[in-house]
């Protein structure tokens, strides 16, 4: 390990993050361009949290789930983004050791977590387009949130497992980790320790966490494709296959990108660190907007969020606030109003099987 700078140290206090290798003026750029797209998800991914949580149309299993994408996709970016930005202005390029540790575990968390739960959002669609009669009985609240919470637990088990055996090993005195964060395969290059047991663990990890993952989404639209397929009107097909094509874009963009970064040759570090950004910024910039644009719903309950702010405008000096028609005709009624009768609010279990499938309806 001469090439390494010499004796070997487990009592590492520090790493120096390289970064990218270009001109040190080039640095600003690479600051004001992660500064533009980091806020671009911010601003994307909040937005669609609160959409979510504010609108009660929106209360469903479909959005349930979007609604933790967007949290995953915000936290794994804001754990590796502004530390970045950090590095690229910075002369001494540091992190601690306990900070590049934390730093691995997050990141490996939301980023295995994100793989289940868009495996749970495939089942979800499945539910819904193969079996819309029981879909309301099938993706119970409580089974959304099971499969969330399970989700979690996989990523936390993942992590736990990454970083304990990445930094039980050794280290050479040569700590700098060729790259803008901390990245298992960059830190253990590092090591002066044999590193058999780390490639089994990582491979153990690909095989009971990464592989279901990827074999339940391509099961689950297996049998769309082939229900779709039964389904005799060009229209309802269009329809049905609307419901999958944002699920699928944002699973072809994230799994498509990963797969770059690690099938790229480690000679290559630049490539797979530029592949690393668009995993890291550019795929959670792009999922609000996947979903936003193409689907309906989520268009009107942001019309309707914008709509229902106060808007104020000065009448003789003072602030008014504009009320709805309905509203205000209400209010004037009093309690002159009566109830809807109970009737009309109550619906027949025909009506429950059409609504359900309108399920094929939903523009994703």
């Known amino acids: 390990?001469?090439?390494?700078?010499?004796?070997?140290?487990?009592?590492?206090t520090d790493f120096i993050l390289a970064g990218f290798r270009v001109r040190p003026e080039f640095y600003v750029l690479l600051f004001l361009l992660f500064l533009l797209v980091y806020g671009m998800v911010l601003l994307g991914n909040i937005s669609m949290m609160a959409v979510i949580v504010t609108?009660?149309?929106?209360?469903?299993?479909?959005?349930?789930?979007?609604?933790?994408?967007?949290?995953?996709?915000?936290?794994?970016?804001?754990?590796?983004?502004?530390?970045?930005?950090?590095?690229?202005?910075?002369?001494?390029?540091?992190?601690?050791?306990?900070?590049?540790?934390a730093q691995l575990f997050?990141?490996?968390?939301?980023?295995?977590?994100?793989?289940?739960?868009?495996?749970?959002?495939?089942?979800?669609?499945?539910?819904?387009?193969?079996n819309p009669l029981l879909y309301s009985v099938h993706m119970?609240?409580?089974?959304?949130?099971?499969?969330?919470?399970?989700?979690?637990f996989c990523g936390w088990v993942s992590s736990t497992l990454q970083v304990s055996v990445t930094f039980s090993v050794s280290f050479c005195a040569y700590r700098v980790i060729d790259h803008f964060y901390c990245d298992s395969y960059?830190?253990?290059?590092?090591?002066?320790?044999?590193?058999?047991?780390?490639?089994?663990?990582?491979?153990?990890?690909?095989?009971?966490?990464?592989?279901?993952t990827i074999v339940v989404i391509v099961v689950s639209y297996v049998y769309i494709v082939s229900t779709v397929l039964k389904i005799p009107s060009t229209k309802g097909k269009k329809k049905?296959?609307?419901?999958?094509?944002?699920?699928?874009?944002?699973?072809?963009?994230?799994?498509?990108t990963v797969s770059f970064v690690y099938l790229t040759p480690p000679s290559n570090s630049e490539l797979r660190k530029v592949a690393s950004v668009f995993y890291i910024l550019v795929t959670p910039?792009?999922?609000?907007?996947?979903?936003?644009?193409?689907?309906?719903?989520?268009?009107?309950?942001?019309?309707?969020?914008?709509?229902?702010?106060?808007?104020?405008?000065?009448?003789?000096?003072?602030?008014?606030?504009?009320?709805?028609?309905?509203?205000?005709?209400?209010?004037?009624r009093g309690s002159k109003t009566k109830p809807e009768k109970p009737e009309k609010l109550s619906k027949s279990k025909s009506a429950l099987k059409r609504s359900e499938l309108n399920l094929y309806q939903i523009d994703l």
């Open 106 to 130: 997050l990141f490996a968390l939301f980023i295995v977590t994100e793989g289940f739960v868009l495996a749970a959002m495939a089942y979800d669609r499945f539910s819904a387009i193969c």
């Open 240 to 256: 049905a296959f609307s419901t999958c094509s944002s699920h699928l874009g944002v699973v072809s963009v994230l799994y498509g």
């Open 140 to 152: 119970s609240r409580r089974l959304c949130s099971q499969l969330v919470a399970g989700s979690y």
């Open 186 to 212: 960059q830190i253990e290059k590092i090591s002066c320790s044999n590193l058999f047991v780390n490639k089994m663990v990582s491979l153990s990890l690909a095989v009971f966490i990464i592989l279901p």
């Open 285 to 332: 910039m792009l999922n609000p907007l996947i979903y936003s644009l193409r689907n309906k719903d989520v268009k009107q309950a942001l019309r309707k969020t914008l709509s229902m702010r106060k808007i104020s405008y000065k009448t003789n000096g003072r602030t008014a606030y504009k009320i709805p028609v309905k509203c205000s005709s209400m209010l004037l």
């Open 55 to 101: 609108d009660s149309q929106l209360n469903t299993p479909m959005y349930f789930f979007l609604g933790n994408l967007s949290f995953i996709d915000l936290s794994y970016s804001t754990v590796i983004a502004p530390k970045a930005m950090g590095i690229f202005l910075s002369e001494e390029k540091t992190i601690s050791f306990g900070g590049c540790a």
């Open 1 to 12: 390990m001469s090439d390494k700078g010499g004796s070997n140290h487990s009592d590492v």
